[in-house]
């Protein structure tokens, strides 16, 4: 009842809202990631898809194109891990340590790496559709190229990532700290923008057509060639962004400021 009446309330009703509220309260009728409940106790030397992992040790191991399919990583040290081309599909990895991790071209859907240490990971070119990233540590990571469709980076710590021509459609950026992050060409459309900060951000050519970018900070961003017809701009900040050839044709609650710089 309490969630049916948050998504019912002014303008965050929209279609896949109520998708987006599921996902920040984890209220999927699915799981997004496996239970350690019945998984076997898996081998560090050789770990394997659907084994309980979270003994291990795996930082600085040559694992490229591993599958680890459904695991259960969580608090495990994969700093500095090889693991390009790797399978973490609806692995969880809560917790886990995956400092300047390589990770490009990884699948990795509906995998929960929730309050995970993502500092300065490369996933550049993975395909990350409904993962979760709540809270974790993304400081100057990588993830260009990807594909995270309706994927929940809500309070994650995303300050100097890169995330050029990437797809987020549908995905949920729920109070991110977004500062200086590099998003050019990258595709927005139906996301959920709230209380997100991106100051200073290049969002040159993004793509928010109908998103939700309501309550968050976009001062100083550069904004040349963004698209947001039909997003809902309500009490954003737009003071000093760049606004050349931005299109907020059909948006809808510009804030007063905003329509002042557009004259």
């Known amino acids: 009842m309490v969630i049916l009446k ?12 109520l998708v987006w509220v599921l996902a920040l309260f984890g209220c999927w009728g699915w799981s997004p990631a496996v239970v350690a409940a019945g998984l076997p106790k898996g081998d560090c030397a050789a770990p ?23 695991s259960r990583l969580d608090g495990v ?19 886990a340590d ?13 995998a929960d790496f929730s309050g995970a240490d993502l500092f300065h990971v490369t996933l550049d070119g993975a395909v990350l ?28 710590y995303m300050k100097d990532i890169a995330m050029e021509e990437s797809d987020f459609r549908g995905a949920l950026f729920w109070e991110s700290f977004m500062h200086r992050a590099v998003a050019i060409g990258s595709d927005f459309r139906d996301a959920l923008v709230h209380s997100a900060t991106l100051t200073g951000a290049s ?17 100083g961003a550069h904004l040349a060639g963004a698209r947001f017809n039909g997003a809902d701009l309500a009490d954003s900040r737009f003071v000093n962004a760049g606004l050349e050839e931005t299109d907020f044709s059909a948006a809808i609650n510009l804030p007063p400021h905003l329509l002042e710089m557009l004259r």
């Open 77 to 95: 040290n994969l700093s500095n891990a090889k693991m390009p081309g790797c399978d973490l599909t609806g692995a969880s990895l809560k917790g």
């Open 129 to 156: 559709d409904h993962a979760r990233f709540v809270g974790a540590n993304m400081f100057g990571a990588n993830l260009n190229e990807v594909k995270a469709r309706e994927a929940n980076f809500s309070s994650a």
């Open 48 to 70: 394997a898809s659907f084994t309980d992992l979270r003994h291990c040790d795996l930082s600085g191991r040559d694992l490229a194109g591993i599958e680890l399919r459904g």
């Open 6 to 17: 948050f998504v019912t309330r002014g303008a965050f009703f929209r279609p896949g809202t």
């Open 203 to 219: 969002l040159e050519e993004a793509r928010f057509e109908g998103a939700d970018v309501t309550h968050s900070l976009l001062n």
């Open 98 to 110: 995956l400092k300047w991790a390589n990770l490009v071209e990884c699948r990795a859907p509906l």
